[in-house]
């Protein structure tokens, strides 16, 4: 049995926690109870691992407080989704126990795991009970509780891993919806697998990612390759409106003839082209013979690998000097609403949303980019409000996060901002605001569920008022007629509808129509969003 270990085997055991995440990230998925598509928590917590696990791979022989640093460090900064960020925080609070030690035996790692648990607590406004949190809690008391009995170091993880399995039993017991489900806490399952992985190291069986253990990288790096080594220079997208009877079959064929990465994708209204080649003048030239042209998009990919290169080779991230007092950021997804936010006054949009949580390092980059001393964040999702929270320790900037947990909230908060205001008028008026707007949302299921009393099937229509499922149904007219008579009930007067990606423009208005007929005394607007998977995002005011 071990009784103590060094920077080197603690390398070894985080890099096979974030492997043994990575293997169990589709399981954790799954024990999410509500069935939207959403930054679902094995996805949030294996890119956050894996984060420390490719900075740990990277690193030399380090010794057991840098081992412990660099991991802590990386996965801050790479946290996406509540459940990611609490997991950095159980790392920083553990990397900040063994700062300046060379050797953990059993009592310093109870006490790692205990001050992990601390910092995580810290960070969590209303801790609730059956959660990552409460996992993590038992598993360090325990592990304090053996360390007075036997100071080794696998003694005491054995002793946490045990506890934190009879907790994450228990989790089905402590959440209503959990136990209605029937499931355990995703969260904590996720920290069961972190401690179980990590024994496994500890035991030569080190947990391998797939993909032959090569985990993907968190972003490319530009510099594996050369400029040369670009075939076609020029990246060319399109979108036609079809006005003929031409086969697009035939354009194909040609564009195939010009370059490679060919996609072409038509419908009775348009043809959609992506196509890279050294000729764009000539893939334009046989497209205009199908209808006009809807949009144009012709990019330098040379010219673009260039600048990607010099911009990782920089040392020092960018900190835009300020030249005023006040900036925002937001958080969406889709050119609509990118559009919607500027127009607002947003200094700077972060791309993401329900699939896909941007991380701490995501949200802090764009801060750095505002010429402002002071930064707002619009997280609009519940899932990042946590991530947004980390940036202010990371940037020298004062960055205030406005806690919106939907699209809708934070257009309405923007409506409230004034940039010559100061940080505390500014602060109390957009989070006031969130509380003025109730927001509807139509998406799918992405897997069959027994929700809140509703018969869900893969693929339905779901209808989701505030954070509540409101209706289901296979017809999307039935939950649009449904939220526009609540809505009525309710005697809204203003309505935004924001249709998605995959919602085209005719069918839009009709739904704009049935709000308008069912709510005769409302004021009844239509705009693009075009954000994915959520089909419309509907305000009330």
């Not at 920077?7 to 985080?14: N, T, V």
């Not at 060379?102 to 209303?126: I, R």
């Not at 075939?231 to 195939?256: H, Q």
């Not at 949302?441 to 809140?452: K, M």
Request: proline share 4%.
């Amino acid at each position: 049995m071990r009784q103590t270990i060094n920077g080197a085997e603690l390398r070894r055991l985080i890099i096979s926690a974030a492997a043994g995440i990575e293997i169990n990230k589709q399981k954790l998925n799954e024990l999410n109870v509500f069935p939207v598509p959403d930054g679902d928590t094995g996805t949030n917590m294996a890119m956050t691992a894996n984060t420390a696990a490719v900075d740990l791979r990277k690193a030399e022989d380090p010794d057991l407080a840098q081992a412990a640093k660099i991991a802590a460090s990386a996965m801050l900064r790479g946290a996406r989704g509540n459940s990611g960020v609490i997991l950095s925080l159980l790392f920083r609070g553990l990397s900040n126990k063994l700062k300046g030690c060379t050797e953990c035996d059993g009592s310093l790692w109870a006490a790692a795991l205990q001050e992990g648990v601390d910092a995580a607590y810290k960070a969590v406004m209303k801790p609730a009970e059956g959660t990552i949190l409460t996992v993590a809690r038992l598993a360090a008391a325990k592990a304090q509780e053996a360390a007075r009995e036997n100071n080794y170091f696998e003694f005491v993880h054995q002793a946490a891993i045990e506890e934190a399995k009879v907790a994450l039993a228990n989790t089905v017991n402590q959440n209503p919806v959990l136990k209605k489900a029937g499931v355990v806490d995703a969260g904590g399952k996720g920290w069961l697998i972190v401690l179980e992985s990590m024994l496994c190291a500890l035991h030569g069986e080190d947990l391998v990612a797939p993909e032959n253990g090569e985990e993907a990288k968190d972003s490319a790096d530009f510099g594996d390759f050369n400029t040369e080594d670009i075939t076609f220079t020029y990246c060319t997208e399109f979108v036609i409106s079809r006005e003929n009877d031409k086969d697009p079959v035939a354009l194909r064929d040609y564009l195939n003839t010009l370059g490679d990465s060919l996609v072409v994708v038509d419908d009775e209204e348009i043809i959609k082209v992506h196509v890279h080649t050294n000729d764009p003048g000539a893939a334009l030239h046989a497209a205009v013979n199908y209808g006009s042209f809807v949009t144009v998009k012709i990019e330098n990919m040379r010219l673009q690998h260039t600048e990607k290169v010099m911009s990782e080779q920089e040392l020092e991230p960018k900190i835009a000097e300020p030249e005023k007092a006040l900036g925002v950021v937001s958080v969406c997804a889709g050119d609509g609403l990118a559009d919607v936010f500027m127009n607002l006054g947003v200094d700077g949009i972060i791309s993401g949303g329900q699939t896909m949580n941007p991380s701490t390092q995501d949200i802090l980059e764009a801060v750095n980019k505002v010429p402002a001393e002071t930064v707002f964040v619009l997280p609009n999702n519940k899932n990042i409000i946590m991530a947004a929270e980390q940036v202010n320790a990371l940037t020298p900037k004062n960055v205030v996060v406005i806690p919106s947990k939907t699209v809708p909230q934070g257009i309405t908060a923007m409506l409230s901002y004034n940039p010559d205001g100061s940080i505390e008028e500014n602060t109390e008026a957009l989070t006031e605001a969130l509380s003025t707007v109730d927001t509807m949302q139509i998406t799918y299921a992405a897997r069959n569920s027994d929700f809140d009393g509703y018969d869900i099937h893969e693929g339905d229509y779901l209808a989701i008022y505030g954070s509540s499922l409101f209706g289901t149904s296979q017809d999307i007219k039935v939950v649009l007629k449904s939220l526009a008579e609540k809505v009525r009930d309710d005697g809204k007067e203003y309505i935004t509808i924001y249709y998605g990606q995959d919602i085209k423009e005719k069918h839009a208005q009709k739904a704009a129509d049935l709000f308008a007929e069912i709510c005769p005394d409302a004021d009844v607007n239509l705009l693009r969003g075009g954000q994915p998977v959520y089909y419309y995002l509907i305000s009330a005011e």
